[in-house]
């Protein structure tokens, strides 16, 4: 017992116990005021709409660059599927740099790397540089991909996370299936396929300055937490308020201006312990038996929406322009988006009382949801003579919405895991971000072979090709959701069991080495 005072929130939540409870340093990211912790998360979904906003880049232009590049559509693929190989390898190495020198300087240089593969993307001439140019982005997109759930967990308390979760999720969902239908019409009215990058290079004008001023780093030790003492800083200035209308708005001063800025140096003050459990985490986190279950129910529905995506081009081209062609992810970007929305709101709930019926549930909506998109649009685009682009656009809607039920999965269940087996609140969040980091990984390198894998079937057998691929998911996701609701329903204890024994081996030996660190939450 460390014989600190509980703390509660203020205004509405007054009576709210603060989870995870505070430190007594103002510089906890859990002790910055509100308009803070917004600005530092709106900064990072800045960068994170551009990061969405790439990966889906080339839907509307495959076939035309095919040509213009003089290579397969295979190769175009790859376009896509390379720099997700390589975002799924500096995701995982970006949650371990960030354990070791924290999330500030892992962010700035992804940023670096983002920034040059778009400028260079905007001047690529041939199949080569325009390669180079996007293994550059995916080195960046780790970061965005695999920390910001991290950083969530870092500034807000358990009261002001899900709407900040939620606004994640949409965003992300959005800004991936959402540009390409304004993009196809872009490309087509240009006649280029760099004005896509050209138009998303004007806003790293915002995200550049937002995350080097407005994301400080937000890690922050909190072994010693038990025993920390009262902070001994005075206050440094009297601040000014100012009115405008209804809102009482704060002024900083100048010194107040200057303690920020030096609170914003590329480098950050937190170093982490480097030893071979820290630098394990992160692994750790990705084999953990329910990471690699939620991986084996979300990839082929994940996977599967990713690779119809890029063939869509391929198959349409000689009826379709580019713009028609992004139009057919109308439907997706819909259905995604609302999924998303609706999904993140069931999570507030599902969280508190998420129980092996509504996994089970969960899993078999989802697989029936996805099951009928993949199955039926493959179907479609091979045995219709007249094709209807807008139901092919319904029946993508359907995966997308199979996707996302899925992909809600994951949250509630690694937390009913993580809180089964971890030995305090900040532990049970660290790992909570780390097996959702890992199932990240999984999914972006299942994505990127099943990219080049249905691409690589399209072109040699065209629609017969897709058809082979969608019925080969499509029954496989059916039998993979059997098995493992299966071993949920009946080893679910045994399983939680299993990601203590591998996540919990490193928080025993923190408790050696750091002393007491358990809250009284």
């Known amino acids: 017992m460390t014989g600190r005072t509980i703390k509660y929130g203020s205004g509405r939540y007054a009576t ?34 551009l990061v969405s906003a790439m990966k ?21 693929a790859s376009l896509t599927a390379v720099p997700l190989i ?16 924290g999330k500030r300087p892992v962010y700035l240089l992804s940023m670096v790397f983002l920034f040059i593969g778009s400028l260079w993307n905007m001047r690529s001439t041939t199949f080569g540089t325009t390669l180079g140019a996007r293994i550059f982005q995916g080195i960046g997109w780790g970061a965005f991909d695999t920390l910001i759930l991290s950083s969530i967990h870092d500034t807000y308390f358990g009261h002001q996370r899900n709407p900040r979760l939620a606004a994640y999720d949409i965003l992300q969902a959005a800004t991936a299936w959402g540009p390409p239908l304004l993009s196809g019409v872009a490309m087509r009215n240009a006649g280029r396929f760099e004005i896509h990058f050209e138009i998303l290079n004007t806003f790293f004008i915002v995200a550049i300055p937002l995350l080097a001023f407005a994301a400080p780093e937000t890690a922050y030790d909190r072994w010693f937490i038990g025993n920390a003492l009262p902070s001994a800083r005075t206050p440094t200035s009297t601040t000014a308020r100012r009115s405008i209308g209804k809102f009482n708005l704060h002024v900083p001063n100048t010194h107040e201006a200057r303690q920020y800025l030096r609170t914003m140096k590329p480098i950050s003050s937190f170093r982490g312990f480097v030893d071979n459990r820290t630098l394990l985490q992160g692994p750790r986190a990705l084999i953990a038996p329910t990471t ?87 179907l479609e685009i091979h045995g219709s003579r007249n094709i209807s682009f807008k139901l092919l656009s319904v029946l993508a809607g359907f995966l997308a919405v199979g996707v996302y039920v899925l992909n809600a999965l994951a949250r509630p269940v690694i937390y009913r895991s993580a809180q089964y087996t971890s ?58 959701a059997l098995f493992v609701g299966t071993v949920w329903w009946f080893m679910d204890e045994r399983l939680r069991r299993l990601d203590g024994r591998v996540m919990g081996l490193v928080d025993l030996d923190m408790l050696k080495r750091a002393g007491s660190f358990f809250d009284e939450d």
């Open 292 to 378: 690699a279950l939620l991986a084996l129910a979300t990839f082929l529905p994940y996977s599967a929406l990713w690779a119809i995506a890029h063939v869509v081009s391929p198959l349409t081209a000689a009826i379709l322009d580019e713009a028609q062609i992004g139009s057919l992810l109308l439907a997706p970007f819909i259905c995604g988006v609302s999924a998303a929305a609706l999904f993140a709101f069931w999570r507030r709930k599902a969280r508190k009382d998420f129980t092996l019926l509504n996994l089970v549930a969960a899993l078999g909506v989802g697989t029936v949801l996805a099951a009928i998109g993949i199955l039926s649009f493959g």
């Open 423 to 480: 030995s305090n609140l900040h532990v049970c969040l660290r790992n909570v971000a780390d097996m959702d980091a890992g199932l990240v990984c999984w999914k972006n390198l299942f994505a990127a072979f099943f990219i080049l894998g249905v691409a690589s079937a399209v072109e040699a057998r065209r629609s017969a090709g897709l058809r082979s691929s969608v019925i080969g998911i499509g029954v496989s996701q059916i039998f993979v």
């Open 56 to 76: 889906t880049a080339f839907i509307p232009v495959a076939a035309k660059l095919a040509i213009q590049f003089q290579v397969s559509h295979t190769a175009i």
């Open 16 to 49: 709210t116990e603060l989870s995870p409870q505070p430190s007594d340093d103002e510089d906890d990211p859990l002790n910055w005021p509100l308009w803070k912790k917004d600005l530092n998360l709106f900064a990072l979904l800045v960068t994170v709409c």
């Open 86 to 101: 390589f975002s799924s390898i500096t995701g995982l190495a970006s949650v371990t740099a960030s354990k070791i020198w």
